[in-house]
């Protein structure tokens, strides 16, 4: 009962930059989407993540899991979140807003101390530029765009011309020529059926007056 009531107040007064998606199926497992933060490599982009909450919770600390992929030293490749607050600094009356807003300061303050992505990490230390400009690529392409940039599809790539390919198209032209083709057979067979109709009633005239004669 606890735990939904937290719940229930956080979802109707989240904490700036941060949206929740509580499900009143499951209490134990809560949906976010986070929005990175301006000055980082992050801005524009929004990342869900899902907190679950354990048995026991508040006394254990909730696991966190970024559900958009995404490039920090503190994020493993299967989305796991490494925070001290969510392993030895956790007090069960932190609650989960404090959770999230950490997690949020993570994308500014990045700990390369405690990394996951080791890649990340060294970078960060090493050539912050090269960091900078490989979390903003994977911002751009999983978390722009929609809810989270991997819900919708872009139809980028080479699109195949207006006629090209298209059977319809294929056809209309020898289809044109086929029923021009028929119309024309048709015509001639009709010209021809009418003359042939009129040279048999000439003949049969000229027969009629032939036998008239010989009477």
Same mark, same amino acid.
């Given at each position: 009962?606890?735990?939904?009531?937290e719940? &229930?107040?956080?979802?109707?007064?989240p904490?700036? $930059?941060? /949206?929740?998606?509580? &499900? @009143?199926?499951?209490?134990?497992? =809560? #949906?976010?989407?986070?929005? *990175?933060?301006e *000055?980082?490599?992050y801005?524009?982009?929004? !990342?869900?993540?899902?907190?679950v =909450?354990?048995?026991? !919770?508040?006394?254990?600390?909730?696991? $966190?899991y !970024?559900l958009?992929?995404?490039?920090?030293p503190? %994020? $493993? #490749?299967?989305g796991?979140?490494? %925070?001290n %607050?969510?392993?030895?600094?956790?007090?069960?009356?932190?609650?989960?807003?404090?959770?999230?807003?950490?997690?949020?300061?993570? =994308?500014?303050?990045? +700990?390369? @101390? &405690?990394?996951?992505?080791?890649?990340?990490?060294?970078? =960060?230390?090493?050539?912050?530029?090269?960091?900078?400009?490989?979390? #903003?690529?994977?911002t751009?392409? #999983?978390?722009?765009?929609?809810?989270?940039?991997?819900?919708?599809?872009?139809?980028?790539?080479?699109?195949?011309?207006?006629?090209?390919?298209?059977?319809?198209?294929?056809?209309?032209?020898? *289809?044109?020529?086929? +029923?021009g083709?028929?119309n +024309?057979?048709?015509?001639?067979? &009709?010209?021809?059926?009418?003359?042939?109709?009129? +040279?048999?009633?000439?003949?049969? /005239?000229?027969?009629? /007056?032939?036998?008239?004669?010989?009477?």
């Open positions: 009962i606890l735990v939904y009531k719940v &229930s107040a956080l979802a109707a007064d904490p700036e $930059g941060i /949206k929740i998606y509580p &499900s @009143e199926e499951d209490i134990t497992e =809560l #949906h976010t989407a986070i929005e *990175g933060p *000055g980082t490599p801005a524009g982009g929004v !990342f869900r993540m899902r907190l =909450l354990g048995k026991d !919770f508040p006394a254990a600390p909730p696991r $966190g !970024f958009t992929k995404i490039f920090h503190n %994020v $493993g #490749h299967k796991e979140i490494c %925070v %607050v969510l392993k030895r600094d956790w007090k069960a009356e932190l609650g989960l807003r404090h959770v999230l807003l950490t997690i949020k300061c993570l =994308l500014i303050h990045p +700990n390369p @101390e &405690s990394a996951l992505n080791e890649e990340a990490g060294r970078l =960060l230390l090493e050539d912050y530029k090269e960091y900078a400009s490989r979390a #903003h690529l994977l751009e392409i #999983h978390a722009m765009g929609g809810t989270s940039g991997a819900l919708q599809e872009p139809a980028d790539g080479p699109q195949p011309k207006k006629h090209a390919g298209d059977p319809s198209k294929r056809v209309a032209g020898p *289809g044109l020529a086929t +029923n083709v028929t +024309n057979l048709s015509n001639s067979s &009709s010209s021809g059926t009418s003359s042939s109709n009129t +040279n048999i009633v000439a003949k049969k /005239k000229t027969d009629k /007056k032939r036998a008239l004669r010989r009477l």
